[in-house]
């Protein structure tokens, strides 16, 4: 790894965020890969067998983290703001540490949300992640 950067658990988003879900979620064993193509290198999060890990697109393996965090996730469309009754985003909300509460801004998708705020459960608003994560 080339360092860390301070980023606002607000702005992540792929792999980062993948990432640190992985360290709230106490999976300290998830490690980074680089993957190269001709065009770009990319990274994924693996566990030491391998299987790459994605809570922020995958339900299997953020939904039980969403109900052991007991994420609450509730789509735009509930806001009541005119025009976003169709809305595809969601927002999070989390208590933790007696009582303590993280909400999310809207988000593209309800995994998203969610792992936003399982990692504000742990980290708060910002967090330390691999530079080469940053998007």
């Known amino acids: 790894m080339n360092g860390m950067i301070e ?3 607000a702005d992540l988003i792929g792999s980062a965020l993948d ?4 360290q709230a979620a106490g999976w300290v064993s998830a490690k980074i890969v680089a993957i190269m193509t001709p065009s770009k290198t990319y990274y994924e999060i693996h566990a030491p067998s391998g299987l790459e890990l994605r809570p922020s697109t995958d339900w299997c393996q953020c939904g039980p983290l969403i109900a052991k965090y007991q994420v609450a996730l509730v789509p735009e ?3 009541g703001n005119e025009g976003a009754e ?3 985003r969601w927002y999070a909300d989390v208590y933790y540490s007696g009582g ?5 801004g809207h ?4 995994l998203i949300a ?3 705020a399982i990692v504000a459960t742990v980290f708060g608003d910002m967090v330390s992640v691999p530079k080469e ?3």
Do not use: F, G
């Open 7 to 9: 980023v606002k658990t």
């Open 19 to 22: 990432w640190a879900v992985a």
């Open 77 to 79: 469309a509930h806001d």
């Open 86 to 88: 169709m809305s595809d």
């Open 100 to 104: 303590q509460q993280y909400t999310t």
């Open 107 to 110: 988000c593209d998708t309800a």
């Open 114 to 116: 969610a792992c936003r």
């Open 133 to 135: 994560l940053i998007e």
